[in-house]
């Protein structure tokens, strides 16, 4: 009894912190599609990319990873902004989203994936951290700073971008293009331009998304696509336009998934994800704080 | 032209392919033939969803792979004839078109294509799990030497009948074009709440348009395990099906049979020689390329460049019951 | 021959999140009746068309259409009943010509609720397009109409549908003095022809022209139902109208 209420301890904790990291690896879609209405199925990609590129500022350079994200930064931030104004003017003008625009995705993540492939081969690729390896232990739970400093990562980026959104003007801009980019207009408010900048914060997250995967994981190209399903299942699960949700959604299906891979083994973590996707889509489909 | 007269004219079109390529006797053309083939099918059949109704498919594996774990399962057990793993093969992937179709498509189309997205890695996890088809470990079928009542090797059968499912994929697709329920399709298409006020039983079309893309690639599928003799979770789900699956239609244009089976065809071809010539991997990136090229440029396709000529011959060709 | 209404409305109520769009509305219209339903923005009467045909499903209350109820029917079920509506934003079908926008109501609503084939879909879109003036346009895409022809054309294919009873909504908003007479003498002239039509119009002139009934909604409920003359008199309507 002991030992289980142990490992079911170590299992819930363990599975907080991965839905830290999860939240990390969420948010831009959660800005994207949760508040843009644009279904980014590439972000995984970019998660990547910002994944390899800590790892070589990582192992040429010996930088700290989240220090080279940090850095990349303004870098991802003009990635995003150079691809929304191809969406724009190629599938928003056009009105042609839901198929050429979602094919468009799917080509960028594939383009993505395969160059990685091309680049650095399909071996998997570590950093080197003095957080990776030690664990804080409170009593009987430990917690591995591998996963605590993500999440910890993580939560800091959710409170600046939860301050931006409510707090600076440029922010509120966001959340009113997402709820009525018609009377934004009459305003005489370009939503153009607003959705721009959002889209590039969203690509930006990526780059910090990346450095943190990569310490939590050896990755390799095409891990992606095992992301898209939870990253989706966390946004509709948190429901749109809510990123407080997004955080709700991804702690819940880091213990969800964490409590399967202890007692089921992890071979059926993927499914988790698929899971709570068709429950939420098919019994709530505005999630848990969408909006109606 | 009528349907019965476009069906004998596909069929004949497939007895001279059939015969040019016994004339050239290279075994090497049965092997890439093939896959080209297999190509023509997915693309046609991911259209009758995704070109005409607009609904996009990214679980193109799940069908695929299922249609050749049905194979495999059905090997196991008593091993049938082909045409029967087929006929299976369609049936088991149409049933999965319709529970997803069934649990998505009351929502908007963006979501029915994340759902079949994620639903992909799903039924990868649980093939992979489950060890009478071998697992993560993967299958051996044997592949026999000759055909079953035809003077062929088994390799120029599996071409005879993925030929055969070419002309029936392409042949449904445009019965469909020329009936009522491509009336239907195109109005959900263009705008669904429309559709729906003027009579059009949405739900159910789209559940048929599910059905019909993803049984005509589970068909696909089916030959595969005899074609490759060796088939793991890996290899049966990869990316690469899905990407030139939706490439192939969105290249060669949407709107008609005819831009799948251009699609197919020029992409099908290209990868084999690129694949010959250069690396497997480059020729995938540059058909990620051309994906997003096309999409971004011409979004109408190949057959998009043609359109005026095109949209006139279809309007006198398309009737009305 | 029952004195039954064709469509009834009974206790009605649709809320989005904590907004009451519609409350306890009671609306009963009798076959061959030409009813006006005004309203200032937002006073729920897109969201009570909706929830009639079938676009939103309302909380409270029924519907009743020929007597049957039809809670649980789709949209397109009722369409086939005989219910039409046009789209305050006309939503054409914009890869198909006009004759093939009309083709589809015939194929999908006619044909289904007469069980057999009609007999030439060409003329009959011919027809219904000479009715609105459009027949010259029948081979062109819907991009190529001007405004108050893209109307027309919503119109249109709400009728090929051969309803029983239209709800037009908001078909002459923007239009000028001539082009609203357009409308309204195509909106009578189907009366004529036994459609029963609901009217949602914020053009007055052309409301009392029309309505032998006037109906009220502000803020969701119901204020007025009666003789138009008697119904614009009244106290809050003119209230809702021009503040207190």
Redesign the interface.
């Known amino acids: 009894m002991d030992l289980s209420f142990n490992l079911l301890g170590n299992a819930i904790v363990s599975g907080v912190l991965l839905g830290g990291f999860y939240a990390a690896v969420s948010i831009g879609v959660s800005i994207s599609f949760g508040m843009l209405d644009i279904v980014n199925i590439a972000h995984p990609a970019f998660i990547l990319l910002g994944s390899y590129i800590a790892y070589i500022a990582n192992t040429w350079w010996g930088v700290d990873p989240i220090l080279a994200s940090v850095i990349a930064l303004p870098a991802f931030y003009l990635l995003g902004v150079g691809i929304y104004s191809v969406y724009e003017v190629s599938f928003e003008r056009r009105g042609d989203t839901s198929l050429r625009g979602l094919a468009f995705f799917f080509g960028l993540l594939f383009i993505t994936e395969v160059t990685l492939v091309l680049v650095f081969g399909v071996d998997y690729r570590l950093v080197n951290a003095p957080y990776i390896g030690p664990s804080i232990h409170l009593g009987e739970i430990e917690l591995p700073l591998r996963l605590l400093v993500p999440c910890l990562v993580a939560l800091v980026m959710f409170g600046v971008l939860q301050l931006f959104l409510s707090r600076s003007f440029l922010g509120r801009a966001i959340q009113a293009v997402a709820q009525d980019p018609q009377a934004l207009r009459l305003m005489a408010a370009n939503p153009t331009r607003i959705k721009r900048v959002a889209f590039g914060l969203s690509i930006a997250t990526a780059s910090i998304a990346g450095a943190v995967l990569i310490i939590i994981q050896p990755i390799e190209p095409s891990i992606g696509r095992d992301y898209i399903g939870r990253i989706f299942a966390i946004v509709v699960l948190g429901g749109l336009g809510s990123i407080g949700g997004t955080l709700v959604a991804a702690l819940t299906l880091g213990i969800a998934e964490n409590l399967t891979a202890t007692f089921y083994g992890p071979s059926w973590s993927p499914a988790v994800a698929f899971g709570i996707l068709l429950l939420t889509l098919a019994f709530r489909p505005r999630g848990l704080f969408g909006r109606a | 032209m009528r349907n019965t007269s476009f069906i004998a004219l596909l069929i004949a079109a497939a007895a001279a392919v059939f015969a040019a390529m016994l004339w050239v006797g290279n075994g090497y053309v049965f092997f890439a033939g093939y896959v080209v083939l297999q190509y023509i099918v997915l693309a046609t059949a991911w259209n009758i969803l995704g070109g005409y109704t607009g609904y996009v498919n990214f679980g193109v594996a799940a069908f695929f792979a299922c249609g050749a774990y049905s194979t495999v399962v059905l090997h196991k057990l008593w091993g049938p004839p082909l045409v029967v793993m087929i006929l299976v093969g369609g049936a088991v992937s149409g049933l999965i078109g319709l529970g997803t179709g069934y649990l998505t498509l009351r929502l908007r189309g963006t979501f029915f294509g994340i759902a079949t997205l994620a639903m992909s890695v799903v039924a990868e996890t649980l093939i992979t799990n489950w060890q009478f088809v071998g697992g993560s470990r993967g299958a051996y079928i044997i592949r026999p030497e000759h055909a079953p009542h035809l003077p062929l090797d088994y390799i120029q059968y599996l071409c005879l009948v993925m030929l055969g499912l070419s002309v029936l994929a392409i042949a449904t697709a445009r019965a469909i074009e020329h009936s009522r329920l491509g009336v239907g399709f195109a109005t959900i298409r263009d705008d669904e709440l429309a559709a729906e006020a003027s009579g059009v039983p949405t739900l159910r079309l789209k559940l048929i348009a599910t059905v019909l893309s993803g049984g005509f690639m589970g068909m696909a599928g089916a030959p595969l395990p005899y074609y490759v003799t060796y088939l793991d979770p890996s290899s049966g789900f990869n990316l690469t099906y899905a990407v030139n699956t939706i490439a192939m239609p969105l290249i060669g244009g949407t709107a008609t049979w005819l831009g799948p089976l251009i699609g197919a065809v020029l992409l099908g071809t290209l990868q084999q020689v690129a694949t010959v010539t250069i690396s497997s991997a480059l020729s995938l990136l540059i058909v990620g390329l051309m994906l997003v090229g096309f999409v971004v440029a011409a979004p109408n396709g190949i057959i998009g460049w043609f359109k005026p000529a095109v949209r006139t011959s279809m309007r006198r060709l398309r009737g009305s019951r | 021959m029952s004195d039954a209404p064709l469509l009834e409305v009974n206790g009605v109520g649709k809320r989005?999140?904590g907004f009451i769009a519609l409350a306890d509305i009671e609306i009963a219209v009798q076959p061959g009746e030409r009813v006006g339903l005004i309203g200032p923005n937002g006073s729920g009467k897109s969201t009570l068309v909706n929830c009639i045909?079938?676009?939103l499903r309302n909380e409270t209350g029924s519907v009743r259409f020929a007597g049957q109820k039809l809670e649980g029917k789709?949209?397109?079920?009722r369409?086939?009943l005989g219910l039409?509506?046009s789209?305050q934003l006309p939503?054409?079908?914009?890869?198909?010509?006009l004759a093939?926008n009309l083709?589809?109501?015939i194929?999908?609503?006619?044909?289904?609720r007469s069980g057999h084939?009609t007999v030439d879909?060409?003329a009959r879109c011919d027809d219904l397009l000479r009715m609105v003036g459009l027949a010259d346009k029948a081979?062109r895409l819907p991009r190529d109409l001007t405004q108050i022809e893209m109307r027309k054309l919503e119109l249109a294919?709400?009728m090929?549908?051969e309803p029983r009873l239209l709800i037009s909504d908001e078909a002459m908003a923007g239009l000028s003095h001539g082009e609203v007479d357009d409308i309204l003498a195509l909106l009578l002239q189907l009366n004529a022809q036994g459609v029963t039509i609901i009217m949602i119009e914020h053009i007055m002139r052309a409301v009392l022209a029309f309505s032998q009934r006037l109906i009220v909604l502000v803020a969701g409920r119901k204020i007025a139902d009666g003789d138009p003359q008697a119904v614009v008199r009244q106290q809050d309507v003119v209230e809702a109208y021009l503040g207190s």
Not at chain 3, 74 to 77: E, F, P
């Open positions: 989005f999140g045909c079938g676009t789709a949209a397109h079920q369409t086939r039409a509506r789209f939503r054409p079908f914009t890869t198909m010509t093939e083709r589809v109501p194929l999908y609503a006619v044909n289904v084939a879909v060409e081979h294919r709400a090929a549908s």
